[in-house]
């Protein structure tokens, strides 16, 4: 069965510093992986999202994330955080033949001036 | 542009009793779902539907049914309330059921409580 895992519930950054968000996923091929985000009181936008080439995914907002299948991770980066990103991040995986996203249990990012 | 719609964004239910979420999409997709929100948990997969007239269970279907009579709605009901329904709700919809190049649109939520 597929999963993932984001072992950050919380992580407080300042502003202007870098970010990176961990997910772990398991899934028995090549994964479909996608990093979603929920600002308050909104449904989720997709950040980004990775079917095959290039491992490293540029998104929206000036996020990225690196496909490492060794470490089977898929970590979403910013190199300078604003205010405005503060908001729960979640990874999601699927894939060929099983198109349904399972989602981790997200991370909440807080930013301080 | 609406995207996806869901009505109502806040109810507070008794337990035992019965409600009906709307979820409307004005982009012509095929196929819907129902997530549920809880802490600690992520989304899951309630139940969704690849058209009109079909529907499907997901992850965690008990206690709840669906409707899809028309393209546009997918309606989810809870027939007799339980607190451990209490729970954020998401409707999403998508063009189709390939992930690949394709994008699943959420809808805002909405907060249900059961007392």
């Known amino acids: 069965a597929q999963s993932v895992t984001q072992p950050d519930i919380h992580i407080t950054v300042s502003e202007g510093a870098s970010l990176e968000l961990r997910c772990n996923y398991s899934y028995g091929a090549t994964p479909y992986l996608f990093w979603y985000v929920q600002s308050p009181g909104q449904g989720l936008q997709l950040l980004l999202k990775?079917?095959?080439?290039?491992?490293l995914v540029q998104g929206i907002k000036g996020f990225e994330a690196e496909f490492k299948r060794s470490q089977s991770s898929f970590n979403l980066r910013k190199p300078s955080v604003h205010w405005s990103d503060a908001a729960e991040y979640f990874c999601a995986v699927g894939g060929p033949g099983n198109e349904k996203l399972t989602f981790g249990t997200g991370t909440r990012l807080t930013i301080i001036p | 542009n609406a995207g996806v719609t869901q009505t109502p964004k806040f109810r507070v239910l008794k337990t035992g009793q019965s409600m009906t979420l709307l979820c409307a999409q004005d982009?012509?997709?095929?196929?819907m779902y129902w997530y549920r929100q809880d802490p600690g948990m992520g989304l899951r997969l309630i139940h969704y539907s690849v058209g009109e007239g079909t529907t499907a269970k997901g992850e965690v279907p008990d206690g709840y049914n669906v409707s899809r009579l028309k393209k546009q709605n997918f309606l989810l009901g809870l027939e007799s309330a339980a607190p451990s329904q209490t729970s954020v709700y998401f409707c999403?919809?998508?063009?189709?059921?390939?992930?690949?190049?394709?994008?699943?649109?959420f809808g805002e939520g909405s907060w249900l409580t059961v007392v």
């Open positions: 982009m012509n997709h095929e196929y």
């Open positions: 999403a919809s998508s063009y189709s059921i390939r992930l690949s190049g394709n994008t699943i649109y």
């Open positions: 990775y079917f095959s080439g290039d491992t």
